[in-house]
T-cell receptor, first 114, second 110 residues
Framework: EAGVVQSPRYKIIEKKQPVAFWCNPISGHNTLYWYLQNLGQGPELLIRYENEEAVDDSQLPKDRFSAERLKGVDSTLKIQPAELGDSAVYLC????????????FGAGSRLTVL | TQLLEQSPQFLSIQEGENLTVYCNSSSVFSSLQWYRQEPGEGPVLLVTVVTGGEVKKLKRLTFQFGDARKDSSLHITAAQTGDTGLYLCAADNYGQNFVFGPGTRLSVLP
């Protein structure tokens, strides 16, 4: 079974440009998370979805960040416009909350803003 | 805001040595998980502990959840170079969210 798939793995852009990241969770996992991870730090939650509903987006900087999970499966995280401080790894994770609440992570999308 | 603290922040040891890393909080959590993350990859779950005082073993790794469910430790016996990575603890806040600690970066030298 395929794990959590993220793309692109790496992205380099200039500041003020837009960028989008895509995540396909494990089949059947209703809960999807986007985390931001700065170098040498732990992941910080940006947004959590239960199916297509964003149930926790309190940490998402809504002036420049947006996310969607239209059909309750895959999800897109967008930044527009990107700032230098947005350089980080963006991790997607999914879980099956019907069982033990375990997060399965994708490999992440590393963003560098120049 | 619930915060998790991890110590030490960095640890460099020789292969064959033993080590313990810690995860602490002032809050009580429903469960706590340990993940290991290698460069360029996402975190991978090692273990989940649920009951206060619980001890779980995974080969050379021993995990303990504090009696009050506020802290946890990870002990590695006879470390190997393959144990190198970032060890993250994550607390499940009764199904509301996961809170991650800042991690302990372990380097095991040959």
């Amino acid at each position: 079974e395929a794990g959590v798939v993220q793309s692109p793995r790496y992205k380099i852009i200039e500041k003020k440009q837009p960028v989008a990241f895509w995540c396909n969770p494990i089949s059947g996992h209703n809960t999807l998370y986007w985390y931001l991870q700065n170098l040498g730090q732990g992941p910080e939650l940006l947004i959590r979805y239960e199916n297509e509903e964003a149930v926790d987006d309190s940490q998402l900087p809504k002036d420049r960040f947006s996310a969607e999970r239209l059909k309750g499966v895959d999800s897109t995280l967008k930044i527009q416009p990107a700032e230098l401080g947005d350089s980080a790894v963006y991790l997607c994770a999914s879980s099956d909350r019907a069982g033990a609440n375990v997060l399965t992570f994708g490999a992440g999308s590393r963003l560098t803003v120049l | 805001t619930q915060l998790l603290e991890q110590s030490p922040q960095f640890l460099s040891i020789q292969e064959g040595e033993n080590l313990t890393v810690y995860c602490n909080s002032s809050s009580v959590f429903s469960s706590l998980q340990w993940y290991r993350q290698e460069p360029g990859e996402g975190p991978v779950l090692l273990v989940t502990v649920v009951t206060g005082g619980e001890v779980k073993k995974l080969k050379r790794l021993t995990f303990q959840f504090g009696d009050a469910r506020k802290d946890s430790s990870l002990h590695i016996t006879a470390a190997q170079t393959g144990d190198t990575g970032l060890y993250l603890c994550a607390a499940d806040n009764y199904g509301q969210n996961f809170v991650f600690g800042p991690g302990t970066r372990l380097s095991v030298l040959p």
